[in-house]
């Protein structure tokens, strides 16, 4: 089966860290670029962050030197590491492909 499956997300305290995992199944998944997403209630969702097949990295300006993307292509697993949490990253959470595959999302609530 087809997928991208998150999981990671849940209640964390301003400066706190998560670690969301996104693992792939039925795709050859060291042939694609993963990508973070996360939507908040009423808003778009946004690109957070990315990693190339080449290991290039990228980073939304909101999140840069908080947030850090890996992946692992032996496990198929793509990770974002947070750190320095703000109130203002609670959202639900996507990872992506980059070729139109998205996982069912996981929540992330940064609150005291």
């Known amino acids: 089966q087809v997928q991208l499956v998150e999981s990671g997300g849940g209640l964390a305290q301003p400066g706190g860290s998560l670690r969301l995992s996104c693992v792939a199944s039925?795709?050859?998944?060291?042939?694609?670029?993963m990508a973070w997403y996360r939507q908040a209630p009423g808003k778009q969702r946004e690109l957070v962050a990315s990693i190339y097949r080449s290991g290039t990295t990228d980073y939304a300006d909101s999140v840069k030197d908080r947030f850090t993307i890996s992946r692992d292509n032996d496990k198929k697993t793509a990770y974002l590491q947070m750190s320095g949490l703000k109130p203002e990253d609670t959202a639900v959470y996507y990872c992506n492909n980059g070729a139109g595959l998205w996982g069912q999302g996981t929540q992330v609530t940064v609150s005291s």
């Open positions: 039925g795709i050859f998944f060291s042939n694609y670029m």
